[in-house]
């Protein structure tokens, strides 16, 4: 990995939290697996010396860090690297919950029986285009968190149950969710928070 110079030049603390960073990247994307991502980031967290710092990152690939800052307009990322087409989650008197760094497929499909799903799209590198998602609830159901700027589209038929989108879709440029489901004694709810 070749830093810009500048990364070289300033103090351990600085150039710490931007190994800390780049580590961070690529644990997110999939190049460092677990127990190798902790323990680089115990090394870097640890130690006092540049040249062991830069070491923790020399072989892992380069990323702009103006080009993975979220947008401003929106607040959120867009994934730039490969991107999963279709991920697909069963829940029988079980549930999943995504939140943190993550990235989501262009699209999921979610089956909720007796559980539910919580998506927190918040810190999510979104796939270009639009994100969908479909969603069968029976005595289950959906929550997902977008920040504001985010597009959601919600569509569906409910039986004893509802879709609560309290996003809207009026962003734009802005990334976006669109949902379609069928809900059975359950439901989606659809909340923005900063």
Do not use: C
Not at 47 to 57: A, G, H, Q, R, V
Not at 94 to 118: C, D, H, M, Q, Y
Not at 146 to 165: E, L, M, R, T
Not at 172 to 184: A, F, L, Q, R
């Amino acid at each position: 990995m070749n830093l810009p110079v500048e990364w070289k030049d300033e103090p351990v603390k600085i150039l710490r939290d931007r190994v800390i960073e780049q580590l961070k990247y690529n644990y997110a994307h999939d190049h460092l697996e677990d127990d190798e991502f902790e323990k680089r980031l115990d090394i870097a967290t640890n130690t006092k010396s540049k040249k062991e710092l830069l070491l923790t990152i020399e072989d892992l690939p380069d990323f702009t860090i103006d080009e993975d800052k979220p947008s401003k307009k929106t607040g959120v990322s867009i994934n730039k690297s490969e991107v999963s087409e279709s991920e697909s989650l069963v829940h029988v008197f079980s549930g999943t919950t995504r939140k943190g760094i993550w990235n989501p497929p262009k699209k999921l499909n979610v089956v909720s029986i007796f559980g539910g799903a919580e998506f927190d799209f918040r810190k999510a590198n979104f796939p270009p285009g639009v994100l969908k998602i479909k969603a069968t609830n029976v005595f289950g159901g959906l929550e997902i968190t977008v920040a504001p700027g985010v597009n959601v589209i919600s569509k569906g038929v409910s039986i004893f149950g509802g879709i609560d989108n309290k996003a809207g879709n009026n962003y734009d440029g802005g990334p976006t969710i669109e949902i379609d489901s069928v809900n059975v004694f359950g439901g989606i709810e659809i909340r923005v928070r900063e």
